[in-house]
């Protein structure tokens, strides 16, 4: 079992849709939570954390997180083309030694 | 807030040459320091991390090395390249609290 696995898409929505990305994890005892987004050729950057559970929102982002469920997600409301990228999901353990990314879900957003 | 320097952004070296990849940190003291290896169309793999000065960490078993002589300074090395090696290689830092990485521009790697 891979321990963080995200669907590898892609993923089509149109312009101004809201595009809903996946992510579970396999290691119950993981306490920090993140979002990155990866333009093709390009490192990738930190769009969003998340360390409880529930519900976050940073502008058109909203990351959830059930630890119970061991799942992550990101929304992305009033998707625009520049949103087009892989997204990829990362958890770490308790003081962020090990940060594992998974294999990352690539969105398309159609003008 | 931290920046990391990774170089060079691109590299060709025949199968058997040596690699020294350098990574430097700016903005922060004593970070967590990661290696990754991102093949073409996948995620990132976790090649190595660092939590200090000369404590490394390897998450894969192959003939790359890593080493942290000092504590903002980060390097991946080989003594002899396969072509499995090819990549594009990251160099990524977090503080202890938050954790969130961030990383250097990378470096893309072809081995021939």
């Known amino acids: 079992q891979k321990e963080v696995e995200q669907n590898s898409g892609p993923l089509s929505v149109p312009e101004g849709a809201i595009a809903s990305l996946n992510c579970t994890y396999s290691d119950r005892v993981s306490q920090s939570f993140f979002w990155y987004r990866q333009y093709s050729g390009k490192s990738p950057e930190l769009i969003m954390s998340i360390y409880s559970n529930g519900d976050k929102e940073d502008g058109r982002f909203t990351a959830q997180l059930n630890k119970a469920s061991q799942y992550v997600s990101l929304l992305i409301r009033d998707s625009q083309p520049s949103d087009s990228a892989t997204y990829l999901c990362?958890?770490?353990?308790?003081?962020?030694?090990?940060?594992?990314f998974g294999a990352g879900t690539r969105l398309f957003v159609k003008a | 807030s931290q920046t990391i320097h990774q170089w060079p952004a691109t590299l060709v070296q025949p199968v058997g040459s040596p690699l020294s990849l350098e990574c430097t940190v700016e903005g922060t003291s004593n970070p967590n320091l990661y290696w990754y290896r991102q093949a073409a169309g996948r995620g990132l793999q976790l090649l190595f991390y660092?939590?200090?000065?000369?404590?490394i960490s390897s998450e894969v078993p192959q003939n790359l090395s890593a080493s942290r002589p000092q504590d903002r300074q980060f390097i991946l090395s080989s003594k002899k390249l396969l072509l499995s090696d090819s990549g594009f290689y990251l160099c990524?830092?977090?503080?202890?609290?938050?954790?969130?990485?961030?990383f250097g521009q990378g470096t893309r790697l072809t081995v021939v």
């Open positions: 990362a958890v770490s353990n308790t003081g962020g030694f090990k940060t594992i």
């Open positions: 990524a830092g977090a503080n202890r609290e938050p954790t969130e990485a961030f």
């Open positions: 660092s939590v200090g000065i000369g404590q």
